[in-house]
């Protein structure tokens, strides 16, 4: 049986206008969209986080029971439900405009199998403490992952935030970033793969960057080599989600293959060889391209994948 795996993070509705000016709404959240696809892949994946006792906040629900998440006690405390306005331009590419707070009862549910989080919970205060908090509480007890995924027209200037994310790449086993994620982090001119390098020297065992189409950067920490995986060519109808699949086919693997879980799975994972790794990344990769050809976030079952069950050799 799969470890179970604790996804702490904002879930909301995506209200999305399209080029032609038509408006559709989506459940979303770069975290509830991470533990979505998980659950779609058929592992047991609970959700604690913060939403209102309202129609949108009943969406939220349905759709994780509809694809086995659990949601945790004390996540519907919120006053209102939080969205997100996302505009789509003419090449299916999304920007945001986020109507959310984030102050979820504290302390945070723990968990002994796998632990992820990111995005604007780990930066928007007063909750971002209590992530922290529970990550740090959870190392002794499991592995976790990072998807920084940051927000800028929520949480500030990259350099008010930089610091806090390094700390939790620090605590973390697993991470991923978009190479638009660590250009608004760095600049511009940062050279994408020294700060891979610079995130593998601080303490995970895996460290991916995504370019969209292009693929991946991947970061070995083991043996400090830097691997270039490509993408795959879709017909794109938007990238609403398509990090957060990646982020979820990619875990989905290494939990299959025993990678992440208890905290003995960290050093399982810190010798896996090369061919594991990015055979998880390639798995990233697929379910990405599922997710980025059809609309909205709405990322691929294992029988989309070819896989064979959870839990089958």
């Not at 959870?138 to 990259?158: F, K």
């Not at 760095?186 to 991916?208: F, N």
Request: hydrophobic fraction near 40%; proline fraction near 6%.
């Amino acid at each position: 049986m799969h470890p179970s795996t604790l996804v702490i993070g904002e879930a909301l509705i995506d209200i999305v206008r399209g080029t032609d000016g038509s408006v559709r709404e989506h459940v979303g959240g770069s975290p509830f969209n991470t533990a979505i696809g998980l659950g779609r892949l058929g592992h047991p994946v609970s959700l604690a986080t913060y939403i209102g006792d309202d129609a949108y906040g009943l969406a939220i629900s349905d759709a994780l029971s509809v694809d086995g998440v659990d949601l945790t006690p004390g996540s519907v405390t919120a006053p209102a439900t939080p969205t997100a306005r996302a505009t789509l331009d003419e090449t299916g590419a999304a920007t945001y405009d986020f109507d959310l707070a984030w102050a979820p009862r504290t302390p945070l549910p723990g968990s002994r199998g796998h632990l992820h989080t990111g995005s604007i919970a780990t930066a928007l205060q007063p909750g971002a403490s209590a992530v922290r908090d529970a990550v740090v509480a959870h190392r002794a007890q499991g592995t976790i992952s990072l998807d920084p995924n940051p927000r800028p027209t929520i949480i500030g200037e990259a350099a008010s935030v930089r610091s806090g994310i390094e700390e939790l790449v620090g605590l973390s086993d697993v991470v991923k970033a978009s190479d638009e994620d660590i250009a608004w982090l760095y600049g511009e001119d940062a050279d994408l793969g020294e700060v891979l390098r610079l995130w593998g020297q601080l303490g995970p065992s895996l460290v991916v960057a995504t370019r969209g189409g292009d693929g991946a950067l991947v970061h070995l920490s083991g043996t400090g080599e830097l691997v270039d995986v490509p993408g795959r060519r879709v017909a794109l109808v938007d990238t609403v989600g398509a990090g957060d699949s990646f982020m979820s086919g990619m875990l989905s693997w290494l939990l299959d293959e025993d990678l992440l879980g208890a905290a003995d799975a960290r050093d399982r994972l810190r010798v896996a060889p090369r061919e594991a790794l990015l055979a998880a990344v390639d798995r990233g990769v697929a379910t990405s391209a599922v997710t980025v050809s059809r609309a909205g976030s709405q990322p691929p079952t294992r029988a989309e994948l070819g896989l064979p069950g959870a839990g089958s050799d």
